[in-house]
């Protein structure tokens, strides 16, 4: 079973059983990136509707804080529902897990191609880089410490958890 983030969970779930049920409020403040600038961000499926977030603090940012077209905001809100439903195939442990993990994985698949698109859109407003998926799940799962599309060394960033690969504009989890 893939890991399974719940940092969207209310902070007492017993408050409301219900909660997965209703619609979502928005991002809490603590949530939010609250960096005095936007310095890198990463364009990543969390488990919201806006998938920017702060490479810097990992918080989410707000999108006025970048400044966007609606053309770019649909493309993006589209692209995270693919990206979404891939996921959420993966998650889904079972039939569906490998083949999802292989697209999710895969450098020319679909969800990858149309999302590093829309980084680079994002990358012309602020530096962006499209955050990779990672299959912790599979046995014997290692760290990368290559680039999944160029082969070059990885490059560890403020946060000690995040690479990234500068060339390919790649982030991950390390
Ligand atoms: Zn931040
Ligand atoms: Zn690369």
Same mark, same amino acid.
């Given at each position: 079973? %893939? ?5 969207? +969970?209310?902070?007492? !779930? ?7 049920? *209703?619609? /979502? ?37 707000? %999108? ?5 077209? +609606?053309?770019?905001? !649909? ?7 693919? *990206?979404? /439903? ?89």
């Amino acid at each position: 079973m %893939p890991m399974v983030d719940n940092s969207n +969970a209310p902070p007492d !779930e017993s408050a409301d059983r219900y909660w997965k049920l *209703r619609p /979502a409020g928005p991002t809490p403040d603590v949530e939010m990136c609250r960096c005095a600038s936007v310095g890198a961000l990463s364009l990543r499926d969390s488990f919201g509707k806006n998938p920017l977030f702060c490479l810097v603090c990992n918080a989410e940012i707000a %999108p006025e804080r970048i400044g966007f077209d +609606a053309q770019l905001a !649909e493309d993006i809100a589209f692209w995270l529902n693919i *990206r979404h /439903a891939l996921k959420m195939l993966w998650l889904d442990s079972g039939e569906y897990e490998q083949w999802a993990a292989r697209r999710l994985g895969d450098p020319n698949g679909s969800v990858n191609v149309k999302g590093r698109r829309i980084s680079k859109r994002l990358n012309q407003k602020v530096r962006t880089y499209y955050w990779w998926f990672s299959d912790f799940s599979v046995d014997g799962y290692e760290p990368p410490n290559r680039c999944p599309l160029c082969g070059g060394d990885v490059v560890q960033t403020a946060r000690e958890c995040v690479v990234v690969c500068d060339a390919c504009s790649i982030a991950m989890q390390q």
